[in-house]
């Protein structure tokens, strides 16, 4: 975008209505600037405008200077405008319009020339860096009149670098302006943009902008991803281990803590097979990942189900067990059953013995005249008796 702005001459008409009034005018380099030159009255007298050179440029409507950049837009008895075009850096000065009368007057119009930075260049990202680790980075930007400013960012935050560095260009009057930002990186650095950005009145905001991604190196995160969530015993079956680094490992170690990996096992890159799940390949199986800047692992639990347990439904194991259950719980419910019609019965068998006992023990009480003939006689004393028999079950 080029730039052209106007501030108003401190000349104005006053009591003089024949006195010219002239604006000033800025405009980056390449761009086109308009010169106007007006008074109130005129007494015939032509309107002329002169470069900095003092070199005449057009006097009325003649053009006085052979260059094509210069062209009339406009010439009246008071009024006389021109352009130039493809502005340079050595249009840059006083410019003045004169009116010939008694006395000559004039009014001088100052025109700025910004130079255009260019395009920012970033050094410093030739090689990755280690986590941890420090990179300096240098912005450079050429060509700017007034210097420009640099601003840094890392992807939408901008960063504090060190104060510009401004040095004169040889042979022109503009600046290449200097900036270094350090920074102290982590593995979220990776492939982060960092950018430097110019700031100058003669570009819109954001029109001159590099970016770059930065490299970081750093040790891999790891992950094992197993093919199933529900690995079945004969069927095949894989854990893959997944690192993320930079760089990518390329080295992939794989055991189990219980001990050696099962003989139906087998090791591909990142990849541990089963040809054919059983539940002795239960455990937990370690994995680490290599990428040469580090070591990272990670461990998974195997745990086989059943051949006969339905993957795809989750509630056929607790239906199994709820079957098993019922079963058992049937069977219990029989044998107490049966053991209570037992006691039933062997109580009924124990009471019936007990009364005749007690009967036999009584035997003789009936006919005795007193209770101490009664006793002798329910003792054995008795001379009918020969002998007495007792029952215990």
């Given at each position: 975008m080029l730039?052209?702005?106007?501030?108003?001459?401190?000349?104005?008409?006053?009591?003089d209505p024949?006195?010219?009034?002239t604006?000033?005018e800025?405009?980056?380099?390449?761009?086109?600037?308009t010169?106007?030159?007006?008074?109130?009255e005129?007494?015939?007298?032509?309107?002329?405008?002169?470069?900095?050179?003092?070199?005449t440029l057009?006097?009325?409507?003649k053009?006085?200077?052979?260059d094509?950049r210069?062209?009339?837009?406009?010439?009246?008895?008071t009024?006389?405008?021109?352009?130039?075009?493809?502005v340079?850096?050595s249009?840059?000065g006083e410019?003045?319009?004169?009116?010939?009368?008694?006395?000559?007057?004039?009014?001088?119009?100052?025109?700025?020339?910004?130079?255009?930075p260019g395009?920012?260049v970033?050094?410093?990202?030739?090689?990755?860096v280690?986590e941890?680790?420090k990179v300096?980075?240098t912005?450079?930007s050429?060509?700017s009149?007034?210097?420009a400013?640099?601003h840094w960012?890392r992807?939408?935050?901008?960063?504090?670098?060190?104060?510009?560095?401004?040095?004169?260009?040889?042979d022109?009057?503009?600046?290449?302006v200097?900036?270094e930002?350090?920074?102290?990186?982590?593995?979220?650095?990776n492939?982060a943009?960092?950018?430097?950005?110019?700031?100058h009145p003669?570009?819109a905001?954001?029109?001159?902008?590099t970016?770059?991604?930065l490299?970081v190196?750093?040790s891999?995160?790891v992950?094992?991803?197993?093919?199933?969530?529900?690995?079945?015993?004969?069927e095949?079956?894989y854990?893959?281990c997944?690192?993320n680094?930079n760089?990518?490992?390329?080295t992939?170690?794989w055991?189990?803590?219980e001990?050696g990996?099962?003989?139906?096992?087998?090791?591909?890159?990142?990849?541990?097979r089963f040809e054919?799940?059983?539940?002795?390949?239960n455990?937990?199986?370690?994995?680490?990942?290599?990428?040469?800047?580090?070591?990272?692992?990670?461990?998974?639990?195997?745990?086989?189900?059943?051949?006969?347990?339905?993957?795809a439904?989750?509630?056929a194991?607790s239906?199994?067990?709820?079957?098993d259950h019922?079963?058992?719980?049937g069977?219990?419910?029989?044998?107490v059953?049966?053991m209570?019609?037992?006691l039933?019965?062997?109580?009924?068998?124990l009471?019936?013995h007990?009364?005749?006992?007690?009967?036999?023990?009584?035997?003789?009480?009936?006919?005795?005249?007193?209770?101490?003939?009664?006793?002798?006689?329910a003792?054995?004393g008795?001379?009918?008796?020969d002998?007495?028999?007792?029952?215990?079950?």
């Amino acid at each position: 975008m080029l730039l052209a702005t106007s501030v108003r001459s401190n000349y104005v008409f006053d009591e003089d209505p024949f006195q010219p009034v002239t604006q000033d005018e800025t405009v980056a380099v390449g761009g086109v600037v308009t010169l106007t030159c007006s008074v109130k009255e005129n007494d015939n007298s032509s309107l002329q405008w002169s470069n900095t050179a003092q070199q005449t440029l057009y006097f009325g409507e003649k053009r006085a200077l052979r260059d094509n950049r210069i062209q009339l837009v406009k010439s009246t008895a008071t009024e006389l405008i021109i352009t130039i075009a493809d502005v340079q850096l050595s249009d840059d000065g006083e410019y003045t319009c004169s009116i010939f009368t008694m006395p000559v007057r004039t009014a001088r119009a100052t025109v700025t020339v910004l130079g255009v930075p260019g395009k920012p260049v970033i050094t410093g990202f030739e090689d990755a860096v280690q986590e941890g680790g420090k990179v300096t980075l240098t912005c450079t930007s050429s060509g700017s009149k007034p210097p420009a400013k640099l601003h840094w960012y890392r992807d939408e935050e901008e960063l504090p670098g060190r104060p510009d560095v401004v040095e004169s260009n040889p042979d022109e009057p503009t600046y290449t302006v200097t900036s270094e930002l350090t920074l102290t990186v982590t593995r979220n650095d990776n492939n982060a943009l960092i950018a430097c950005a110019v700031d100058h009145p003669s570009i819109a905001n954001g029109d001159k902008k590099t970016e770059q991604p930065l490299s970081v190196l750093f040790s891999p995160s790891v992950s094992i991803q197993p093919e199933s969530d529900l690995p079945r015993e004969g069927e095949k079956f894989y854990l893959q281990c997944v690192g993320n680094g930079n760089p990518e490992p390329t080295t992939f170690v794989w055991q189990r803590k219980e001990g050696g990996l099962p003989p139906l096992a087998k090791e591909d890159g990142a990849f541990l097979r089963f040809e054919s799940l059983n539940k002795s390949d239960n455990g937990v199986y370690e994995c680490q990942a290599d990428n040469g800047i580090g070591v990272g692992d990670v461990s998974h639990t195997l745990l086989v189900q059943e051949a006969g347990v339905n993957a795809a439904d989750p509630t056929a194991m607790s239906t199994s067990s709820g079957v098993d259950h019922a079963v058992i719980g049937g069977v219990v419910a029989v044998i107490v059953f049966i053991m209570l019609c037992l006691l039933i019965v062997l109580g009924r068998y124990l009471i019936r013995h007990k009364g005749t006992y007690l009967t036999h023990e009584a035997k003789g009480s009936d006919d005795a005249p007193d209770a101490d003939t009664a006793i002798i006689n329910a003792e054995g004393g008795h001379s009918g008796v020969d002998d007495k028999k007792e029952y215990f079950i």
